[in-house]
């Protein structure tokens, strides 16, 4: 008989208790790992946000809207208000600008964050080609932003920190989107300017550099229209390699207007130049007139009478005057022709057109003749306006101020000039027709210029220049050389008060505007082109801008061939010339409108021989 004996199988104590010793071991670097994954996610979270809130801040700061703080070119009563206050490029310092607050804030996963930034002022160097933060210019060129958003840690209580650095432009916002506001728009391109040809067109040089103004239109461009009376010309601001520096369209509108059920204008929208120091050049700026100074109540345009567009404007922005007229001069801002400051004439002048015209036929009038004078008149009006700058040390000063100058007659010696021992006589006349030469009068206007153009330049690190009066470049003065010859009055005349009788107009009328007495132009020969023949008197052109046919219904024109202050020597005698003009806004309509309004005439005589 076998027996069969049996192994016993499993595990000993010994066997199990090594086996959960490994087990947990292994629970246990499984568990630490854990938490140290879930701390590494919190942390990595709370530096998204940090980062997050950072460059919030940084975008925050880059959101500037203005330049400086406030405009301190402009009196405190015209600064628009900036909103909010804290956009603006000047704002941004330590702890300083945006819309964000420096301080603490908490957020939905519990952590509370500290923000806090710096800034450092770099300004460029034009010599070295470079940045740096020692101040060599008035503006600094950027800033450098160091932005730190820190928390307190979990658990180990260690301080946690994020910083961004990044660089801040001072860009001009105009440049971009922001343009498009209606207050403040962009800038013009710089193109390139044809100068025009003189006597029509006289460039003003107005500094050392070569810098001429002139008015871009031989004869400003005019529209009548029932009542409404349209003056239009740019001035244009040019450097020697004939690049645009500033150019200005104006208008000049004379218009009817009525109350209508408008009611009273508290809000007109008003523009004015002032001081941009970081362009260092002047500019325009358009906003409601906070002041509430100006008081509008004839808002609505008289739609009875045929009108120029323009008085869609006027009405509603300009100042009320006697009786139901307005006079506007209005500038394009940004694009938007706006209620500028009434005119302010300062000098005005009756000079012969030969006077800048080589090719006049006179003899021994040369192109360095030409230039000669042409230098001559510029001097003349830069040291006009130069004189009343240092007259008038304050806008009350030269808001008083009325004086008009009319010198410039005195200045030429009579108009005969002397180069090379030859006499040239700009006022001697050969009896007849053929000998038939163009007058014509020259205005100066002037605004009172705005402050901050009395700064100090820095022209390199070692050296700068302070101006004040004397000294200041006059492209920083706004002032304007315009023709009047088709918007004066001129005797002696062709006729008196459209009559076609021969004895003419020997002296402006003291009862009556000298526009109503102008020629009529109708059955006067070609459209726009009054010459008669006056028999037994020498006599100078002064037509009107609108003739009358079909039984005295008016007929729109420009006439833009009319020419007053055409002089036709037709018997040897001395004549004098004059020519008058109203002294404000008035005398660029051609329309008197205001009861209190001045005038001024100059004269000179000629000579006509056999």
């Known amino acids: 008989m076998h027996h069969i004996k049996q192994t016993e199988k499993g595990f000993s104590l010994i066997e199990v208790m090594i086996a959960v010793l490994v087990l947990g071991v292994g629970i246990l670097a499984v568990s630490k790992l854990q938490s140290s994954l879930i701390r590494s996610g919190s942390d990595a979270n709370y530096r998204s946000v940090a980062s997050s809130i950072a460059q919030k801040k940084i975008d925050d700061l880059r959101r500037f809207v203005h330049l400086t703080t406030v405009d301190s070119d402009v009196p405190d009563a015209w600064v628009p208000a900036l909103s909010p206050t804290s956009l603006a490029f000047d704002h941004i310092a330590d702890n300083q600008g945006g819309l964000i607050p420096s301080g603490t804030y908490s957020v939905s996963n519990g952590i509370t964050y500290t923000l806090s930034w710096t800034s450092d002022n770099y300004y460029y160097s034009s010599t070295a080609n470079s940045a740096a933060s020692t101040t060599v210019s008035d503006e600094p060129a950027f800033k450098l932003i160091h932005v730190i958003a820190k928390w307190v840690g979990v658990g180990d209580n260690t301080n946690s920190v994020v910083s961004l650095d990044t660089v801040i432009d001072a860009y001009n916002p ?16 710089i193109v390139n300017y044809d100068p025009l040809l003189a006597p029509d067109v006289v460039p003003i ?48 509108v004379a218009c009817k207007c009525s109350t209508g059920n408008a009611p009273n204008n508290d809000a007109p929208i008003i523009a004015y130049t002032t001081w941009d120091s970081t362009e260092e050049t002047l500019t325009d700026i358009a906003t409601v007139d906070p002041s509430g100074r100006l008081t509008i109540t004839k808002t609505n345009v008289d739609t009875a009478q045929d009108t120029n567009n323009e008085c869609y404007i006027c009405c509603p922005q300009a100042d009320d005057l006697a009786g139901d007229f307005k006079v506007c001069r209005l500038k394009r801002v940004d694009g938007i022709l706006r209620a500028f400051s009434p005119w302010k004439l300062v000098g005005f002048n009756m000079i012969p057109a030969s006077y800048f015209n080589d090719s006049d036929g006179l003899p021994d009038m040369t192109t360095t003749q030409q230039a000669s004078n042409i230098a001559l008149y510029s001097n003349y009006v830069t040291s006009l306006i130069r004189n009343i700058l240092i007259a008038n040390g304050s806008v009350s000063d030269f808001d008083n101020y009325s004086t008009i100058n009319t010198s410039f007659v005195n200045q030429t010696n ?34 009172y210029p705005p402050s901050g153009i009395y700064t100090t330049e820095v022209i390199s690190p070692s050296t700068t220049i302070t101006y004040s009066v004397t000294n200041v470049p006059l492209d920083r003065v706004p002032f304007y050389e315009v023709n009047l010859t088709q918007l004066a009055g001129w005797t002696p005349d062709v006729s008196l008060l459209r009559d076609s009788g021969t004895a003419g107009d020997q002296i402006f009328y003291t009862t009556t505007s000298y526009t109503d007495a102008h020629d009529d132009m109708e059955d006067k020969g070609p459209p726009c082109d009054n010459t008669d023949t006056v028999s037994g008197r020498n006599y100078i052109t002064n037509e009107e801008f609108f003739h009358a046919t079909n039984g005295g219904s008016p007929v729109i024109t420009t006439c833009n061939d009319a020419s007053r202050g055409m002089f036709y020597p037709l018997i040897s005698n001395s004549t004098t010339v004059s020519s008058k003009i109203f002294t404000n806004s008035d005398g660029i309509v051609d329309q008197n409108i205001n009861v209190n309004n001045d005038s001024i005439d100059v004269s000179i005589g000629v000579t006509v021989t056999p």
């Open 205 to 252: 040089t107005l500094d050392t550099d070569g810098i001429n103004k002139e008015t871009s239109k031989p004869l400003p461009d005019l529209s009548k229209k029932g009542d409404s009376t349209l003056v239009t010309f740019d001035t244009v601001t040019y450097s020697t390699s004939f690049d645009t520096l500033r150019r200005e369209e104006f208008r000049t």
């Open 414 to 447: 009579t108009f005969i000039n002397t180069i090379n021992t030859t006499t040239i006589d700009h006022l001697t006349f050969v009896a007849g027709n053929a000998n038939n030469r163009q007058i014509q009068v020259r205005g100066i206007y002037m605004d």
């Open 174 to 189: 105009s440049f971009t989107d922001l343009g498009t506001s209606t207050l403040a728009g962009g800038e013009e391109l």
